[in-house]
């Protein structure tokens, strides 16, 4: 199974500040999606991040907003632009490795609270 | 379109006693079918998964679930829980294909002494 690492793990950040969360993946993998996991609730996925190309967001997200690069195929970064309290929640990394079985792997999650 | 539907936010149970934490899915078309658990403060790990075959999948820890494409369910059942077992449970479907999954809302169980 894949390992994912990022960082920052959490981040305290003013209002109007942006930041960007990194994720490493210890392998190759095929796709990478960012969710976030507000307070309370369930994983709602952002986008995917394409390898080479623009992410794809989901109905209710924009790239001004989410900006996703994917360099490669370890690697992929989220930003969270002008942030605002709204904003606080975990943003996962996840990942999938094989295409035939559907499982998703997961980093431990960024908690970002936004002052 | 797709969706998880978990029906219970919260199940409190006491040590030992069997829990059913229920799971229906809605889709035109196969899915592949998930149990994620998270525990307090960290990241979410998969307990099991039903892609084809036997309809009963059952994890190393002692949960079982159940694919019933009839009722287009997939609850999940431990027979006697542990302390050790409080957690969120999410259940995920996923259309086959290289597709995202879909989450439901979640199940936070708490076992009690």
């Known amino acids: 199974s894949a390992v994912i690492s990022q960082k920052p793990s959490r981040d305290i950040c003013q209002r109007g500040t942006s930041l960007t969360i990194q994720c490493q993946v210890d392998s190759q993998v095929t796709m990478m999606f960012w969710y976030r996991q507000q307070p309370g609730q369930s994983l709602t996925l952002i986008a995917t991040a394409n390898q080479g190309s623009e992410a794809t967001y989901e109905s209710g997200f924009v790239i001004d907003k989410f900006p996703i690069s994917r360099p490669n195929l370890t690697f992929s970064t989220l930003t969270v632009s002008n942030m605002s309290p709204e904003d606080s929640s975990i943003y996962l990394c996840?990942?999938?490795?094989?295409?035939?079985?559907?499982?998703?792997?997961f980093g431990e999650g960024s908690r970002l609270t936004v002052l | 379109a797709q969706s998880v539907t978990q029906l219970d936010s919260q199940v409190p149970v006491f040590e030992e006693a069997p829990v059913e934490l229920r799971c229906n899915y809605s889709?035109?078309?196969?899915?592949?079918l998930f149990w994620y658990v998270q525990y307090p403060n960290q990241g979410l790990q998969l307990l099991l998964k039903?892609?084809?075959?036997?309809?009963l999948v059952k994890s190393i820890n002692g949960f079982e679930a159940e694919f019933n494409k009839s009722q287009t369910s997939f609850h999940l059942r431990k027979p006697s829980v542990h302390i050790s077992d409080t957690a969120e449970y999410f259940c995920a479907s996923q259309r086959r294909g290289n597709t995202p999954l879909v989450f439901g809302k979640g199940t936070r169980l708490s076992v009690i002494a």
């Open positions: 889709s035109s078309v196969s899915v592949y």
């Open positions: 039903y892609l084809s075959g036997s309809t």
């Open positions: 996840s990942v999938r490795d094989n295409l035939n079985t559907g499982e998703l792997f």
